[in-house]
């Protein structure tokens, strides 16, 4: 299992993963952080780009945060 540490852009114009440094990256988001929206967004977003179903993704911490811990 790897831990990743996120940081996340929500309410932007495109959705896009850029790595800042060795397992850390920042994601913008089209979701607002609105009932859980861009959690769901962020999931989804990481499981194309690293090609792993959406249920190896968790949050470890962060859930209602700017930067997470995401579990791999």
């Known amino acids: ?3 990743l540490k996120i940081t996340v852009k929500t309410g932007t114009s495109q959705e896009k ?7 850390e990256y920042t994601v913008y988001l089209r979701a607002k952080p609105h009932d859980g929206e861009a959690n769901a967004a962020l999931i ?12 190896y993704i968790t949050i470890e911490r962060g859930a209602h945060s700017h930067t997470k811990i995401i579990n791999l």
């Open 1 to 3: 299992m790897t831990q």
């Open 17 to 23: 993963i850029i790595e800042t440094a060795p397992e």
């Open 44 to 55: 989804k977003l990481l499981a194309k780009h690293f090609h792993v179903p959406k249920s």
